[in-house]
């Protein structure tokens, strides 16, 4: 596809928002509440809106290329000129996220994720020499094509002249270790945390097999291969993340844990970084934490309004136990620390007993768990409680003598938080009961249990709808005709159909009801069937209003629900 260079583009200074709202693409309520997470965030206003759901970014393209001029480059039909990307380096691409596709005469079309920043155009057009003319590309299509034009052919091309360079070596030698922190291998390690940020993952995976390497993200949930660079650069790879974790670069033959802090794209990252022996090699597994992600507000964790006066109920209690329940990345930690968000105020002394400590709070004492130093949950539960605590957060209860600590602190008139690994609410009581803890001290102590799973949201981008099949109707638990949507798959969303997540929530509150039925040495079912007919809706139901309003899909609600005892 060829494309003439233009001065269609507007150079007006032009705010975003209000276009939008002129547009009746958004209300002014909803450009309010995106301009309160800008201002938290620090991100964009565009990625804002788009990440929330409240604009799509194909719509939010179609504003700027047929209200303002602004051409939309789509780089699967679009035929980029070496010449032109050739006009800036890999660095200056990655700081305006840009990169120039087409040359005519004294012009340049350069695309852009945020054709609007018009500091951004000047500069470039310093930088080139030329006038830049911007177009518009999705933020996905623009980090792909700086990957596979200057990110991803220099670093391939150092790596295969790295490796054939390299012989069999002991990287436990001084100088090797030198050489390193020096070769290519770091550009390639960066560019990795890059891209996982970039992408959303949630985990680098990074895997030595008898006769390759392999590189995967974890993107909502499922994995996925990004490279397989050539066997012999594992020695180098798995060294330099050690180092930069760290760990002890001259043992592997035992399991390492590690941590490193970066930026990538002004946000702070926080990567935890695992290291096990395998019979061909150290696999490492880096799991990116992104602090931003913990700056949450109780309205953006996705509850219900019903389930939100709910949870509101429950964190205004003067003392007791709330317990948030779910699998291991269920996003359990992201709703405690939005719980002491809320409650954090300077009459209260708000301390946690973590493992790890995930995200820092400023005016929260945080503890972090170092089992070899005898510090544990328990006993830093019993420390705590003699530091005159208002409010008290475990990271996990693992063992009844955890639960039973903080049962006692939740009677004695503290408020408690804590997690636990079980399916539902309802379990929840019963698990705690089995650990030991008489049922009258549980009944008495808990106020409110909230479960939780994450679902994958279909992409905007690709989406579609459909007659529902009778299977699904059977799943669904329903009769009518119904029309439902999935994905398609397309380059935003890497093919899937899905992109990003969002949670599905049981919340149960401990009424006198069902502390007597507990009590009374009742089972799962009777407490769920009683919780139910107080008001609680369960995970499938949840689960199941996020397929009718097309948010999901049948299958992951098969896959959150249908898995519950």
Excluded: W
């Amino acid at each position: 596809m060829e494309r003439e260079i233009t001065g269609a583009s507007s150079r007006k200074s032009v705010r975003l928002g209000d276009l939008l709202v002129t547009m009746k693409l958004i209300t002014e309520n909803q450009l309010n509440y995106a301009l309160e997470v800008q201002k938290r965030t620090q991100k964009k206003l565009g990625e804002v809106l788009i990440d929330e759901n409240i604009i799509s970014e194909t719509e939010l393209i179609e504003v700027l290329e047929f209200q303002l001029g602004i051409p939309h480059v789509r780089f699967d039909k679009y035929e980029v000129e070496k010449e032109a990307v050739e006009l800036i380096d890999e660095k200056t691409a990655q700081k305006y996220n840009a990169i120039p596709v087409k040359l005519e005469g004294d012009k340049v079309l350069v695309v852009m994720t945020d054709p609007l920043n018009i500091f951004a155009v000047d500069d470039l057009s310093m930088i080139i020499g030329k006038s830049v003319e911007p177009a518009i590309g999705t933020k996905q299509e623009v980090f792909q094509s700086i990957d596979k034009y200057y990110r991803n052919k220099g670093v391939e091309k150092e790596l295969e002249e790295f490796s054939d360079s390299l012989e069999e070596v002991d990287f436990e030698d001084e100088e090797l270790s030198f050489e390193v922190t020096n070769a290519p291998v770091v550009k390639l390690i960066d560019r990795l945390i890059r891209q996982a940020v970039a992408e959303r993952a949630s985990d680098i995976h990074i895997e030595p097999f008898e006769k390759s390497v392999k590189v995967r993200f974890r993107v909502d949930g499922d994995l996925r291969e990004i490279m397989s660079p050539a066997k012999n650069t594992h020695s180098a790879i798995s060294t330099r993340i050690k180092i930069m974790s760290g760990m002890n670069i001259a043992e592997k033959r035992i399991p390492q844990d590690g941590r490193i802090e970066t930026k990538v794209e002004g946000r702070d990252i926080d990567i935890r970084v695992s290291s096990l022996p395998t019979v061909f090699g150290e696999k490492i597994v880096m799991r990116i934490l992104d602090k931003s992600g913990f700056m949450i507000s109780k309205g953006e964790l996705g509850l219900t309004e019903g389930d939100l006066e709910k949870f509101d109920s429950i964190i205004k209690s003067p003392n007791g136990i709330m317990l948030v329940t779910g699998p291991t990345g269920s996003g359990k930690s992201t709703t405690l620390y939005t719980v002491l968000r809320e409650l954090n105020d300077v009459r209260r002394n708000i301390v946690t007993v973590e493992d790890p400590v995930e995200y820092q709070l400023e005016g929260v004492n945080q503890v972090q768990v170092m089992p070899k130093a005898g510090l544990t949950f328990a006993s830093g539960l019993r420390s705590i409680l003699r530091q005159d605590p208002d409010i008290v957060m475990i990271g996990e209860i693992r063992d009844g003598e955890t639960a039973s600590i903080a049962m006692r602190a939740a009677i004695t008139g503290h408020f408690v938080l804590s997690t636990m690994h079980t399916n539902d609410t309802a379990s929840t009581l019963v698990r705690l009961v089995d650990m030991g803890i008489e049922p009258y001290v549980v009944a008495s102590s808990l106020v409110g249990v909230v479960s939780q799973r994450l679902v994958k949201k279909i992409c905007k981008e690709c989406q579609y709808s459909y007659p529902a099949g009778e299977h699904e109707k059977l799943l669904l638990k329903l009769e009518d005709d119904v029309e439902l949507k999935r994905g398609k798959g397309c380059i935003a969303c890497n093919n899937t159909g899905y992109k990003g997540r969002t949670a599905v929530y049981e919340i149960m509150m401990v009424t006198k009801e069902l502390r007597k039925l507990l009590n009374d040495g009742a089972t799962i079912d009777e407490l769920r069937q009683k919780a139910e007919s107080e008001g609680m809706v369960s995970l499938f139901e949840n689960g199941k209003s996020l397929v009718l309003n097309g948010k999901t899909t049948v299958e992951e609600l098969v896959r959150i629900a249908y898995s519950l005892d």
